[in-house]
Structure formats: structure tokens, C-alpha cells
């Protein structure tokens, strides 16, 4: 017996009704069972248990599909295998949308008919939030952002205070008690956002971009109002969520009368703003909007920093964050820089916009029911690493940071995880 109410099953099915146009149907109606998505998936890699098949992703939604949107699904179910929206079908929407995919669209490369299983899989999500069962943790994510600006709730006076101490030290390490991490200042030409796991857990890599900033010399700030670069609600399929967090970017943005904006080193925070953003919010922005990634390497490319090989002699390898690189189109960038700053660089196996993910991404890392898994599919990631005989893991994404440092200490990799910021930070030539 179903105890799910009427309303809330409505709310579920409103979703599909409000997306019963041309791509829906054609994505929910192409997929021919063909398996090939199953050998691109991290979860059915790691245990081939049909669940993990991203077909069987696709299946569910289509099978809600046929159930209410089809004659023959309504009347004869069993024919086409059309299933009820009930209780047991919505525990195990959550287990396989939020439980069992990181949303890195691998799958999507490599399906032979070019199923989007990645937007399917986002169309469960929305549904599940829409009626009220997003998983609590991934929640109260979203929830922290909201109100306090910051997906950790981090107070204003805990940042200052921490933007104060880094100041002091890159004044220290520069010899120049004139450098500074400028905040709230208007009219500069970029301003700066930052993973709040920066502030939070790795305040260096703040000081490794203002570092850099200040060799090219640049106009920037950053906001104390909102520099968080994350959107969980996009994770969560939470619409109206993600559009006030990416307001609110807007907003300060032309508040302090920036030309640019810088998007942090985050492969979600990057595709969530810069090439979704503009969708859910219905505007075209009119102020440049890039990810420190292409700043980076345009620094470089335009000497507005001079760096060196020398410094780095260990080997490193790149690790591809899947929203920056494979939904994003940004992976030439960092090979680039990398070619310009280390002296010995090896890619992993695969890479580029083939990679594998780290199992980190589509709010994994905030979901702790899902850690067994999340760690049991980051062993592939793991393998990859060990394979290449690095020594420095490099990647533009705080959450894969994240990530990879937990897989470096379960799987005994005794490597060191960096950012491109930090990277190009130790290997900058300062101009006396």
C-alpha cells in the first residue's frame, strides 16, 4: 500500500508533465539496452550489480513515463513494463539518482545512440526534490548556502580574520608589507571567488592565487558578501535554489562594479555558473566570465607572469575534474600551464575529457550515507594514480581535492594533492 500522498506523487509527476517536450521524449524513448554504458559507469566498474548500469537510470524514468504519459502503459502496464510513482519506487529513485552516480556524464560519451542519461538522471533528482526526498545531508548543504551566503556557514569574522592572517603571510613571503588580499573594494577589474573549503580547510591555496595576482600585477577583490563558488542545489535538482544562489553572484558582482569574474578552482561551481546559470536565470550576463583555469594559462601565454620548469622536479600528473572538462570543454587549458610550470608531467590513463571520475562529484562528498561507495568506486581513480608513478596529483577542483585526498589515504598512494593555483604559485619568477 502506497503511503506517499496524492499530492506529493503529483508533485513528482508535474515535473514530468512541465518536461514532455521534444528532448525528453526523445531521450526517455532511445535507449536500446545496449550495455555499452556500463563498461564508462565508475559504479558498475566497481560492482557490476544492474543498478549501477546507467541504462537502469534511464529505465526508471522511462518506465514512470509510459506509466502516465502512454495509452498502452496506462491500460496494459505490464506490456511495457510501466511502473507506479509508490513508495518503493521513490526509495529506490533516491538510492539510484543520488546514491548510485556521480552526474560526471561519462556515460553519455560513450552511449552508442547519444542518450543524455546524465540530464535523465538530473530529471530524478528534480523529481525527488521536487517531492520532498532529497537526501538530508545533501540538503542541509544547499540549506547553509542559503542562508549564510556559504555552503559551511562560515561567519564573516571567521573569514576576515583568516583573510587577515593570509595577508600578513604573503606580506612575509613576498618581503613587500604593500601586498595585499584585497575585499569589498570597487571598480577593480576581477573579482575573485573561492571554494569555501579554501577559507575553511585550505586557506594556502588562497594565498597561492593572491600570489600570483600579485605578480601580474592585477586589479582584484574579493567579496566577504558572497565568494562562494558552489551551488549544491544544482546537485540537488533544486531550480529555484540554485537561481538565488547564483543571483546573489550576480548581484555582487555588479555591486562592486566588476568587469570579470573569476570562477575558483571547482568543476561544479564553474559549469553551475558560467554555462547553466544564465539558463535557469533567463539573463545574458553582461560582465566576462571565466574560471581561474583560463586565467591562469592566459597569464602565461601573455607574460603577465613569468614562470619556471626548475622548481617543480617531481612527477606529477592531471587529474580532469568532469564538469570542468569533459561538461565544460576545459582541459588544454591546464596541460598548458602544467607544460609551462613542472618539468616532468605524465597523463593518466584515461584523461582529458575521457577520464574517469574521482567519485567525488555530484554531491557525493556531502551525502555520508553513500561514503562505502563513493570510496569503492574512488579505488579506480586510485589505480590510475598509482599507475602513473606520480608523485604530485594536480587538479583545478577543490571538491576533487577533496576526494583525492581521502583516496590517498585509504589506498596508501603517497602522493601530494595540489591546485593549478598552487602549482603555478611555486613556480612563479618574481620581479624584484
Given amino acids: 500500500m502506497t503511503t506517499v500522498s496524492r499530492e506529493t506523487i503529483e508533485k513528482g509527476l508535474d515535473i514530468l508533465r512541465e518536461l514532455n517536450n521534444s528532448k525528453f521524449i526523445t531521450h526517455v524513448n532511445s535507449c536500446v539496452h545496449c550495455g555499452l554504458c556500463g563498461e564508462s559507469c565508475m559504479y558498475y566498474l566497481a560492482n557490476r550489480e544492474p543498478k549501477n548500469l546507467p541504462a537502469y537510470k534511464v529505465e526508471l524514468i522511462s518506465s514512470l513515463y509510459r506509466k502516465y504519459f502512454t495509452f498502452i502503459g496506462k491500460h496494459v502496464p505490464d506490456l511495457v513494463r510501466a511502473k507506479e510513482l509508490d513508495d518503493k519506487m521513490i526509495e529506490e529513485m533516491v538510492d539510484v539518482f543520488f546514491g548510485r552516480c556521480t552526474m560526471c556524464g561519462r556515460c553519455n560519451f560513450h552511449c552508442s545512440i547519444g542518450v543524455d542519461i546524465a540530464y535523465l538522471t538530473k530529471v530524478g533528482r528534480i523529481m525527488l526534490t521536487e517531492m520532498g526526498y532529497t537526501p538530508a545531508n545533501l540538503q542541509s548543504t544547499v540549506d547553509a548556502a542559503i542562508k549564510t551566503g556559504n555552503n559551511m556557514a562560515i561567519t564573516t569574522e571567521e573569514f576576515v580574520d583568516t583573510l587577515n592572517w593570509l595577508e600578513e603571510d604573503l606580506q612575509d613571503d613576498l618581503n613587500d608589507p604593500n601586498a595585499k588580499i584585497h575585499v569589498n573594494e570597487q571598480g577593480k577589474e576581477l573579482m575573485y571567488t573561492l571554494n569555501p573549503r579554501e577559507p575553511k580547510f585550505f586557506p594556502l591555496s588562497i594565498s597561492a592565487m593572491a600570489k600570483v595576482f600579485y605578480a601580474a600585477k592585477e586589479s582584484w577583490t574579493l567579496s566577504t558578501k558572497m565568494y562562494d563558488v558552489t551551488n549544491y542545489a544544482f546537485f540537488s535538482g533544486n531550480s529555484k535554489e540554485a537561481q538565488i544562489i547564483a543571483q546573489r553572484m550576480v548581484d555582487e558582482v555588479k555591486s562592486l562594479g566588476i568587469k570579470r569574474l573569476i570562477l575558483a578552482e571547482c568543476g561544479h561551481g564553474d559549469r553551475a555558473f558560467r554555462w547553466e546559470a544564465p539558463n535557469f536565470l533567463s539573463q545574458k550576463f553582461d560582465f566576462d566570465v571565466i574560471t581561474s583555469v583560463e586565467l591562469l594559462a592566459e597569464y602565461i601565454r601573455t607574460e603577465k607572469i613569468k614562470v619556471t620548469t626548475e622548481n617543480i622536479t617531481d612527477l ?8 570542468l572538462s569533459r561538461n565544460g570543454g576545459i582541459f588544454e587549458e591546464q596541460r598548458f600551464i602544467l607544460k609551462n610550470t613542472v618539468k616532468n608531467f605524465v597523463e593518466m590513463n584515461p584523461c582529458g575529457i575521457n577520464n574517469l571520475c574521482c567519485g567525488g562529484g555530484g554531491g557525493q562528498l556531502a551525502m555520508s550515507e553513500y561514503n562505502e561507495r563513493r570510496m569503492s568506486i574512488g579505488k579506480l581513480k586510485a589505480d590510475q594514480i598509482r599507475n602513473t608513478g606520480a608523485k604530485i ?22 602522493v601530494q594533492i595540489k591546485t593549478l593555483a598552487e602549482i603555478v604559485a611555486d613556480a612563479l619568477i618574481l620581479e624584484n
Fill in 393 to 414: 596529483v594536480v587538479t583545478p577542483c577543490h571538491n576533487c581535492v577533496d576526494q583525492l585526498l581521502q583516496l590517498n589515504s585509504a589506498y596508501k598512494l603517497n
Fill in 316 to 323: 606529477v600528473t592531471l587529474h580532469d575534474p568532469c564538469n
